[in-house]
Structures are given as structure tokens and as C-alpha cells.
């Protein structure tokens, strides 16, 4: 079975700042790995997904993720963030040629501060 | 496209009554998961349909909670009776029947038992 660990429940940054959000799995078989972000009020959207060929992925919004098999890790990161990037962000894991279950993290909330 | 959409958004109830949360999945869409969200266990899968047939439902957490999906626009959750402990957001999801697709979440159903 899957499992999905984000180090960080709560992480403060000032507006511009550069973040990092981690993610780690656990899988005994191949993956497809997901981040999420859930404004509040709200339910979760898709912000990226790693599928196969290139490890490095984006979003539309200057997020990026990187696929580490050797450390199985899909850190998420942005170079400067906005007020607006306020929310709390889920990494999650499927299996390779399984089912569509996710399993997802328990979320990091970011906070933007100007 | 007017995405995954569930009735109500707001539901307070009396611990013992009947609850009904719906659920109106994206057309076309061939499965449809519940999620409840909580601050303790953050999200957790409680069970999900492909083509309205319920494929896993280990994270029912009692008989308490039954869920239907009697055709492919239409899925209930149901608990009766309620308790406070089952206070929590209960989200909504859909996708196309593949292990890479993405969800698509609705706003949710922001249930509170006293």
C-alpha cells in the first residue's frame, strides 16, 4: 500500500520569498504522483502531476515539482510567492496501471505574509 | 462545465438525527469518490464507485455511514444516526476510470453534530 508524508504542517514565508514544500512516499510499485491546493472554502484543485518522462514538472502559476525516485521524494517549490498563493497544498500518490484511488498527505498550509 | 457539485454546504444537526449529504458528478466522469476532511486525520478516503458500483468501501468507518450511487449523475452518503465525532467536511470527487487521471473536487459539505 501507498502512503504519502509531508514534513511540514505549517510553513510561514514572506511575500517574494522562495518556498519548498516537501513530500515523500512510499509505494511498492511504480507511481503517478499529484500536488493539490485547497483555498478556503473550498475544495481541492489540481496544481501539478508527475506521470512519466521529464522529472520536472509545472503549474501554470510558477509552482514546480520535481520527481527524486532514488530519495522518493516530489518536493514542491516556487521561486517567489504571492499573498495570493495563501492555501494548503496536498501531495498524493496513485499506483502505476492500478486503480484511480489517491492517497494524499496531510497537507501543508502556507501562509504568505507581506 | 459546471464541475462536481454537492447539496448542502452547510448542514448542523442534532447528534442521533439522520444525514443526507448529495453529490452530482461531472458528466461523463466514470468514478466518484467520498472524502471526509478533518483536522486530526486530514483527508481520508471513505469509499468510491466506477460505473455506480462500489469498488472499496474500507474507509467506511462504521454501519453508521452507507453510501449509494443508484445511477451516473446521482451518489448519497448517508449517516444515521449522527454523532459529533462524524462533524467534519465531506468532499465530493470525480474522474475519468483511469490511475492518472485527476480528481475533480466539489466545495464540499461542512457537516457539524451537537
Known amino acids: 500500500a501507498q502512503s504519502v508524508t509531508q514534513l511540514d504542517s505549517q510553513v510561514p514565508v514572506f511575500e517574494e520569498a522562495p518556498v519548498e514544500l516537501r513530500c515523500n512516499y512510499s509505494?511498492?510499485?511504480?507511481?503517478?504522483l499529484f500536488w493539490y491546493v485547497q483555498y478556503p472554502n473550498q475544495g481541492l484543485q489540481l496544481l501539478l502531476k508527475?506521470?512519466?518522462?521529464?522529472?520536472l514538472v509545472e503549474s501554470i502559476n510558477g509552482f514546480e515539482a520535481e520527481f527524486n525516485k532514488s530519495q522518493t521524494s516530489f518536493h514542491l517549490r516556487k521561486p517567489s510567492v504571492h499573498i495570493s498563493d495563501t492555501a494548503e497544498y496536498f501531495c498524493?500518490?496513485?499506483?502505476?496501471?492500478?486503480?484511480?484511488?489517491?492517497?494524499f498527505g496531510k497537507g501543508t498550509k502556507l501562509t504568505v505574509n507581506p | 462545465d459546471a464541475g462536481v457539485i454537492q447539496s448542502p454546504r452547510h448542514e448542523v444537526t442534532e447528534m442521533g438525527q439522520e444525514v443526507t449529504l448529495r453529490c452530482k458528478p461531472i458528466?461523463?466522469?466514470?468514478?466518484l469518490f467520498w472524502y471526509r476532511q478533518t483536522m486530526m486525520r486530514g483527508l481520508e478516503l471513505l469509499i468510491y464507485?466506477?460505473?455506480?458500483?462500489?469498488?472499496?468501501d474500507s474507509g467506511m468507518p462504521e454501519d453508521r455511514f452507507s453510501a449509494k450511487m443508484p445511477n451516473a449523475s446521482f451518489s448519497t452518503l448517508k449517516i444515521q444516526p449522527s454523532e459529533p465525532r462524524d462533524s467534519a467536511v465531506y468532499f465530493c470527487?470525480?474522474?475519468?476510470?483511469?490511475?492518472?487521471?485527476?480528481?475533480?473536487f466539489g466545495n464540499g459539505t461542512r457537516l457539524t453534530v451537537t
Open positions: 470527487a470525480s474522474s475519468s476510470q483511469v490511475s492518472n487521471s485527476p480528481l475533480h
Open positions: 509505494s511498492s510499485v511504480s507511481v503517478y
Open positions: 508527475y506521470l512519466s518522462g521529464s522529472t
Open positions: 498524493a500518490v496513485s499506483e502505476w496501471g492500478g486503480s484511480e484511488k489517491l492517497v
Open positions: 458528466s461523463g466522469h466514470n468514478s
Open positions: 464507485f466506477n460505473n455506480n458500483v462500489p469498488i472499496d
